[in-house]
């Protein structure tokens, strides 16, 4: 026999003792031998609506903070030069307040540009924004504005 | 019906979508039952073994950060069922009983069993490619996404593993086989 021969009888006697036919996946069998696994997963749909429902809201909010931050910073931008100028060299970025409320008013952004000019202004209403993501629902609206 | 990938079923199931669920384990029950015979050396336990891994993927799916790995993902978890389950029976054996049964019923079958001491010498890595491609025929595309590896190192492991099968069979006495 050659080569091709030898490795097509091969192959032949590897179907013949491995080949032990093709396994069907049968759902209903597996899902009433794996009931609680089937139903943990299932139960992920209800919390994925109300997650859902939660992230619309959550949208909505991130969306007016985004907006009020824009109109801050355009505000802040146009008082006028002598008023908004750096003092001195550009400080290492840092946390102006503490809360996100804080960090939405104009001291906290105001006081930011004074140190660091517009990449710390920027920064700040980045760490913001970041801080808004996830705990946008923790912020209320009265507490925003 | 239109081919969903891997990663939409997989980010569908895991918000609790039971059909997209199904629909990756119908897609990977042959290459999972595949790994778990090239452990087990049963049919019957392998099936075992791939509806355990199933059902620890259902209650682990949300833990998966890379949705377009679950057959990977899977096939871990389903020879390590494999393994435990041949811990279990201790005596792991790399052919199927029935088949041996019938084999044998049918009159002995040399080169069969030649074979199948030459399967139970390959390294696990080896058997278990050797499993997936000749079980049911499945594609490299198939076993690609179960092992993770290039369709180009699945061809390489898998002419390795029956160069290998082929010096076996040689020292058993089947002296004309040569890759």
């Given at each position: 026999m050659n080569e091709r021969q030898d490795e097509r009888w091969l192959d032949d006697q590897l179907r013949r003792v491995v080949n032990a036919g093709r396994p069907e996946f049968n759902a209903e069998s597996w899902k009433r031998k794996h009931r609680a696994e089937y139903e943990t997963l299932m139960a992920r749909r209800e919390s994925s609506v109300r997650s859902g429902r939660r992230l619309v809201l959550g949208r909505w909010t991130v969306g007016l903070a985004v907006a009020a931050t824009i109109i801050l910073a355009a505000g802040l931008l146009f008082l006028g030069p002598g008023v908004c100028e750096p003092q001195g060299p550009a400080m290492p970025s840092?946390?102006?307040?503490?809360s996100t409320p804080e960090m939405m008013s104009m001291k906290s952004l105001r006081m930011a540009y004074e140190r660091g000019g517009l990449d710390a202004l920027d920064r700040q209403l980045q760490t913001t924004l970041d801080e808004f993501g996830?705990?946008?629902?923790?912020?209320?609206l009265r507490e925003l504005f | 019906m239109q081919h969903r990938s891997d990663k939409l079923l997989v980010e569908l199931a895991a918000r609790g979508d039971g059909e997209s669920f199904t629909e990756l384990c119908r897609r990977y029950y042959a290459p999972m039952v595949a790994i778990g015979h090239a452990i087990l050396g049963d049919r019957h336990l392998a099936e075992d073994a791939a509806q355990e891994a199933f059902a620890k993927a259902a209650a682990h799916l949300?833990?998966?950060?890379?949705?377009?790995q679950f057959g990977r993902w899977v096939a871990a978890i389903c020879r390590n069922e494999a393994k435990d389950l041949a811990r279990a029976r201790?005596?792991?054996?790399?052919?199927?009983e029935a088949a041996t049964e019938r084999a044998v019923a049918a009159g002995r079958d040399e080169i069969g069993e030649a074979m199948k001491t030459a399967l139970s010498q390959l390294a696990p890595e080896a058997r278990e490619v050797v499993f997936l491609r000749f079980?049911?025929?499945?594609s490299y595309e198939q076993i690609s996404a179960v092992l993770g590896i290039s369709e180009q190192a699945i061809n390489g492991r898998l002419r390795r593993a029956k160069e290998r099968l082929a010096e076996d069979l040689r020292r058993q006495g089947f002296g004309e086989v040569a890759l």
């Open positions: 840092q946390r102006m307040a503490d996830p705990r946008s629902l923790s912020v209320s | 949300p833990g998966l950060r890379k949705t377009d201790r005596q792991p054996q790399m052919v199927d079980y049911d025929g499945l």
